[in-house]
């Protein structure tokens, strides 16, 4: 594929707000995790972006706000972002920049709130609940288009935990067919009592902060995250820290609705095709962001499908005791930590990671080092068997 150049970027985790922030918690190895209790006794490690709790969407977009969106339109604000994408819609004009966004929970919280205020005799949801504007998965493409001023192509994904990873596809092929000079990539999910219980009675929530890879890990650690990337062909002459996507793997294994292929068959497929389109040989990579959740059945597998295609000597970690599992934005969360990675020239640790299992064969990193690295690899993978593998480099 063409490379395509990642113009502009941010990011909100509970590490906080904007790049700097999350640089500095990768580089010294402070995780954004704390416990919090919930109903029915329910205690777990969650990663929160509290600064939600006082934003509320207001005037023109009102009627979108959400927990989600209210997420998604504080990353808008972040770093110069709206700045930068006001500059290439002065390039290219409003409708040839593309919008593909994606999100698992989208508003789920606010059908939360509208279910428990509902008419107790007719079941009747509360007139001032907007389906469209806040549950709907399109909500925040309509709500981030209208922010930052775009006509062009716009599309939500939701494909679990790849969903966020798999719209730099849709974009590199919306790209290369013409629609579009560039696009806008990303996403948000927010916490709410749905994955939360949902993950729970699945078994699968740690008490604790969660450990990928460790011998004792335990399950997730659910958070929550916006991000986005503003992304076009890379035809002018890159500069030293430009970062590039250079290719991108899907694949769907559809083995079982949440466990995942043991063998790892799907990531591994999602993996070489990465490699296959950016014209790399495995030896290329020089440090894998794993999709590494600390569930006992994920890291297995992933660990299974990275030794197939790499064998055990390339560097590897999970961001995710930095962030949590933030779900359908975890795919921008980790693309854009690898950017990072990249430009910053480290290898991020993997926070409360302490004792390595013994079973698994990866070369798992622990902790952050300075690294000079050129070609990195991100994996999203999710329920159902939907994967994704994204390949970063730097041309310059």
Do not use: W
Request: aromatic share 6%; charged share 20%.
């Amino acid at each position: 594929m063409t490379p395509l150049l990642l113009r502009h970027f941010t990011l909100v985790t509970a590490l906080g707000a904007g790049i700097e922030p999350t640089l500095a918690a990768l580089r010294t190895g402070r995780s954004g995790l704390a416990a919090r209790e919930f109903g029915g006794g329910f205690t777990t490690c969650v990663g929160e972006v509290e600064a939600l709790d006082n934003i509320r969407l207001e005037d023109e977009v009102a009627k979108f706000d959400c927990r989600n969106n209210r997420l998604a339109s504080f990353a808008l604000g972040q770093d110069g972002f709206s700045r930068a994408v006001a500059a290439a819609r002065d390039r290219y004009g409003a409708d040839r920049i593309g919008l593909f966004l994606g999100t698992s929970t989208s508003g789920i919280e606010e059908t939360e709130i509208a279910y428990a205020r509902r008419d107790r005799a007719t079941g009747v949801l509360p007139a001032d609940y907007h389906y469209a504007e806040t549950q709907n998965t399109f909500s925040v493409a309509r709500l981030v288009a209208q922010r930052l001023q775009l006509e062009g192509p716009a599309m939500a994904a939701s494909a679990a935990c790849a969903t966020t990873a798999k719209v730099f596809g849709n974009a590199a092929r919306m790209i290369a067919a013409g629609f579009c000079d560039a696009a806008i990539v990303g996403g948000a999910d927010s916490l709410c009592a749905t994955t939360l219980y949902g993950f729970r009675s699945l078994g699968l929530v740690a008490p604790n902060p969660c450990r990928p890879f460790d011998a004792l890990r335990e399950g997730i650690s659910i958070g929550e995250a916006a991000g986005f990337a503003l992304v076009e062909r890379s035809e002018a002459a890159l500069q030293d820290d430009d970062i590039v996507l250079l290719g991108f793997g899907e694949s769907s294994d559809a083995y079982h609705m949440s466990t995942p292929d043991p063998e790892g068959r799907g990531a591994r497929a999602a993996m070489e095709r990465a490699l296959a389109t950016a014209g790399l040989a495995a030896g290329d990579i020089d440090y894998i962001n794993l999709h590494g959740t600390a569930t006992l059945a994920g890291d297995a597998a992933e660990d299974r499908a990275v030794t197939a295609v790499f064998g055990d000597a390339t560097p590897c970690s999970s961001t995710k005791g930095h962030t949590g599992h933030t779900l359908g934005a975890a795919g921008i969360v980790e693309a854009i930590i690898c950017a990072l990675a990249l430009r910053h020239r480290f290898m991020p640790g993997s926070p409360h990671t302490r004792q390595l299992d013994p079973a698994l064969r990866s070369r798992y990193v622990i902790d952050a080092s300075s690294a000079s690295l050129s070609r990195v690899m991100s994996n999203s993978f999710g329920f159902g068997g939907s994967n994704c593998s994204l390949v970063f480099g730097r041309l310059a």
